[in-house]
Nanobody, 128 residues
Framework: QVQLVESGGGLVQAGGSLRLSCAVSGRTFSDYVMGWFRQAAGKDRDFVAAISRSGLATRYADSAKGRFTIFRDAAKNTVYLQMNSLKPEDTAVYYC?????????????????????WGQGTQVTVSS
C-alpha cells in the first residue's frame, strides 16, 4: 500500500511563495506518475500540475502556468510543487496524487479519475 504525505502548506501574503512536498512510501516511487490537485471551499477538486515517471514531461493547469513548477526527486521519493506569485484565488487544500504506471515513461495524467492514491491534503491560504 502506497502512502502519500503532503507538507509545506501555510499562510502567505499575495505575491509570496510556498513549496509543497509530497513524500511517497510503501511502493517504488519511480513507478508512479504524480500530480497535484486543489480544492477550494465549496468547489470541486481541480487539477494543478502533473509529472511523468521520468520527470521529463509535465503538464499544468492554465492557472498554474508560469507561476508553479512541479518536479520530483527520486533520491528522496518526493514530488514538489513550487508556487510563486501566489494569489488569493490560489487558496485551497492541495492534494498530492499518484498512480501506478510502471510501463510508461513520459505519460502525464491530469484528471482525478486517473489517480488511485491520494494524500490527506495540506492547506494553502493566500491573504490579500
Amino acid at each position: 500500500q502506497v502512502q502519500l504525505v503532503e507538507s509545506g502548506g501555510g499562510l502567505v501574503q499575495a505575491g509570496g511563495s510556498l513549496r509543497l512536498s509530497c513524500a511517497v512510501s510503501g511502493r517504488t516511487f519511480s513507478d508512479y506518475v504524480m500530480g497535484w490537485f486543489r480544492q477550494a471551499a465549496g468547489k470541486d477538486r481541480d487539477f494543478v500540475a502533473a509529472i511523468s515517471r521520468s520527470g521529463l514531461a509535465t503538464r499544468y493547469a492554465d492557472s498554474a502556468k508560469g507561476r508553479f513548477t512541479i518536479f520530483r526527486d527520486a533520491a528522496k521519493n518526493t514530488v514538489y510543487l513550487q508556487m510563486n506569485s501566489l494569489k488569493p484565488e490560489d487558496t485551497a487544500v492541495y492534494y498530492c496524487a499518484g498512480d501506478y504506471r510502471p510501463f510508461t515513461y513520459t505519460l502525464v495524467v491530469s484528471t482525478t479519475h486517473d489517480y488511485g492514491d491520494w494524500g490527506q491534503g495540506t492547506q494553502v491560504t493566500v491573504s490579500s
